[in-house]
């Protein structure tokens, strides 16, 4: 069982910068791939950033270049630096975690909203 709660979300100009934490606890932290995901309204919820447990990332187009997820195995704890923002770029953002033997868990979300 993993619980996972995100925080850092909030209003932003455009060209602005918000850094998200998803923090988890109950497990393994270490052995697990961490997903960044957002849901806009309307709108199905779509992969952002992945990092693997060996430290692989990988990012949908729309954000590469601009956005970058690490995590800190010691602190339990999974990050996504989000520079450049757009207001194409609002949405809920939830963080999810994968393990082939233990399955998944997602976070409650936390909401970005880049408007000026």
């Known amino acids: 069982q993993v619980q996972l709660v995100e925080s850092g979300g909030g209003l932003v100009q455009p060209g602005g910068s918000l850094r998200l934490s998803c923090a988890a606890s109950g497990s393994i932290f270490s052995g697990y791939t961490m997903h960044w995901y957002r849901q806009a309204p309307g709108k199905q919820r779509e992969l952002v950033a992945t990092?693997?447990?060996?430290?692989?990332?990988n990012y949908a187009d729309s954000v590469k270049g601009r956005f970058t997820i690490s995590r800190d195995n010691g602190k339990n704890t999974v990050y996504l630096q989000m520079n450049s923002l757009r207001p194409e770029d609002t949405a809920v953002y939830y963080c999810?975690?994968?393990?082939?033997?233990?399955?998944?868990?997602w976070g409650q979300g936390t909401q970005v909203t880049v408007s000026s």
């Open positions: 999810k975690a994968e393990n082939v033997r233990t399955g998944y868990y």
């Open positions: 990092i693997t447990s060996g430290g692989i990332t």
